[in-house]
């Protein structure tokens, strides 16, 4: 079992910043990737970022150059920088960590960009 909690969500302008975190605790020694999704009312949840237990980072087309998913082992916690902000960005951005194909989720944090 893995249990993710998230912070860092709220409310920002465009082309402003924020930072998500997620830390994990239960059985981290076992996550391959951890990274985040996001999802929009209406539509399909998307993968935002991703990295490895290796530190191979992966980013979806619509955030690269703006984005940046890091990690901190000592503290079991991974970053999302999120830069140049824009409304289209407005989401539930969850965290998730993969154990051997299966996938955990936090609860999901709130971005809302206004123009």
């Known amino acids: 079992q893995v249990q993710l909690v998230e912070s860092g969500g709220g409310l920002v302008q465009a082309g402003g910043s924020l930072r998500l975190s997620c830390a994990a605790s239960?059985?981290?020694?076992?996550?391959?990737?951890k990274g985040w999704y996001r999802q929009a009312p209406g539509n399909q949840r998307d993968l935002v970022a991703a990295i490895t237990s290796g530190g191979v980072t992966n980013y979806a087309d619509f955030v690269k150059g703006r984005f940046t998913i890091s990690r901190d082992n000592a503290k079991n916690t991974v970053y999302l920088q999120m830069n140049s902000l824009k409304p289209e960005d407005t989401a539930v951005y969850y965290c998730?960590?993969?154990?051997?194909?299966?996938?955990?989720w936090g609860q999901g944090t709130q971005v809302t960009v206004s123009s």
């Open positions: 239960g059985n981290i020694f076992s996550i391959n990737a």
């Open positions: 998730y960590a993969k154990v051997n194909g299966y996938s955990y």
